[in-house]
């Protein structure tokens, strides 16, 4: 006996999904302005106080980039073209309301931004891997038109998504390993923060999955931004960096290195037509 309709796989984006992007987006947007606008103010505007202005202004970068993520998701047409960064936000997400608990006495519990925090950090990870869970039962699978990354720019991408979020899970288990290494002064919470940032680079295995050229491109427009946004952060609080350590350098010109090699991959296929639907028939790439 017949147990309901069959699954159409024909990555559509589920309403649930677009309404919590719709949710999300306007949160990221405001923490962005706060940090990056004003990243000198934390103590009267923010969850807690940070400092230097270095970190902030990195926080806001990754929240410029899930802010644009996140807008796009909301009128989003293929499941498809999205779908690395849940995972992604999910770790991210989680990482950062566990180094709330870990440090909740550096926070300003009577600040209403704390509140708003609290509240994000708490449900935000349940919420978004619901959503990536519920959604991708309709992804649809590739087909021989659909465009593809080759394989050298694959691999390097997902060398870097990896080697992030090695980097990252090293700053976050042992901040204070990292912490007189570091580019700019940290505390184990800072640490920490700047830890879940750079775990965000799981996206990168998706890189390595999906070779579709739909799979990678929002990523890429994301990552594009995170490391824009932090080299010009680098450039305005160039007097809080430590250049006699060696990281420094490491971290400067890999993040120019990063966001040129992104470029590249980005003007090689930004010019080609629209990838096919699902089902649908277009001429092969020359």
């Known amino acids: 006996m017949p147990t309901g309709s069959p699954v159409v796989m024909d990555d559509r984006v589920l309403r649930g999904t677009r309404a919590l992007s719709l949710f999300i987006a306007p949160f990221l947007v405001l923490a962005f302005v706060l940090l990056y606008v004003f ?15 270095m970190t902030p202004m990195t926080l806001a970068a990754a929240y410029l980039g899930g802010a644009y993520y996140f807008v796009r998701a909301v009128r989003e047409s293929r499941w498809t073209r999205i ?8 770790v991210f997400a989680t990482l950062l309301g566990i180094a709330t608990v870990l440090h909740w006495d550096r926070f300003n519990h009577a600040h209403p931004a704390f509140w708003l925090w609290t509240f994000l950090y708490a449900t935000a990870p349940f919420l978004v891997a619901w959503a990536w869970l519920a959604n991708r039962r309709y992804a649809a699978p590739a087909t021989a038109n659909d465009e593809r990354v080759g394989a050298v720019a694959r691999g390097l991408a997902a060398l870097a998504g990896f080697a992030a979020f090695g980097w990252g899970v090293v700053m976050f288990v042992a901040p204070t390993s990292i912490i007189p290494l570091w580019p700019w002064a940290l505390t184990p919470l800072t640490c920490r923060v700047l830890g879940a940032i750079f775990c965000l680079g799981i996206a990168g295995v998706w890189i390595a999955a999906d070779p ?6 929002r990523m890429l427009q994301v990552g594009m931004i995170m490391l824009a946004f932090i080299i010009l952060a680098a450039l305005r609080a160039r007097d809080e960096l430590y250049f006699d350590r060696p990281l420094t350098w490491v971290f400067l010109v890999g993040s120019t290195v990063l966001l040129i090699g992104a470029a590249v991959l980005w003007s090689t296929h930004a010019q080609h037509p629209k990838e096919s639907r699902p089902g649908s028939v277009s001429p092969k790439r020359v």
């Open 39 to 53: 990243p000198g103010n934390t103590e009267r505007v923010f969850a807690w106080t940070i400092t230097p202005t």
């Open 83 to 90: 779908k690395a960064g849940l995972p992604a936000v999910t």
């Open 212 to 217: 579709r050229w739909v799979a990678v491109e």
